[in-house]
């Protein structure tokens, strides 16, 4: 399961933004997606269905998603409230070929405290990062992942995490 869609994900490209408390979506993506129409000027971004809250999946100390086991890289964003949201990579509308970071909230400015890519592995958390080419949020943003992931019980993490292991 995981992401699908290897090879579209283009990451960080040209390095990250000054830590800001939120970013936006980088006008060149943002302009890009209006282009390909996964973006327009009525509704913004459409909100990717795929995408649940990351409290809500947790039973029993594992990730659920769809009724299983999490297993793979999700794209990942923390909202303004501070909700760890993560998704599928693949656009449900067969006529696109990825669903991008901004569609986890979905409007016409979605802004985020991070984004990157969350892995998880047989339901276990193993790591997460902060490559998003949409929002290309400064490292130090990782700071916004680890508060939430430390408020989790250690048993949600894979044993080689490194947030196990605090």
Not at 37 to 62: E, F, R
Not at 68 to 84: C, M, Q, R, S
Request: aromatic share 8%; net charge positive; proline share 6%.
């Amino acid at each position: 399961m995981g992401s699908g869609n290897k090879g579209l994900y283009s990451g960080t490209r040209g390095g990250s933004q000054p830590y800001a408390p939120t970013y936006e979506v980088m006008l060149d993506m943002k302009e890009h997606d209006l282009k390909i129409g996964i973006y327009n000027d009525k509704i913004g971004y459409a909100k990717n269905p795929s995408a649940k809250n990351l409290a809500d999946c947790i039973q029993n100390n594992t990730v659920y998603y769809e009724g299983k086991k999490a297993n793979g890289k999700y794209t990942y964003v923390i909202d303004e409230n501070g909700n760890l949201i993560f998704g599928k990579r693949n656009n449900p509308d067969p006529m696109q070929t990825r669903s991008p970071h901004p569609m986890l909230i979905g409007g016409k400015n979605p802004k985020v405290r991070c984004a990157g890519m969350l892995d998880i592995r047989n339901g276990k958390i193993f790591n997460a990062d902060t490559d998003s080419g949409h929002y290309k949020p400064n490292e130090k943003s990782i700071e916004e992942v680890e508060k939430i992931l430390s408020s989790l019980p250690k048993q949600v993490f894979s044993r080689k995490s490194k947030w196990r292991k605090k």
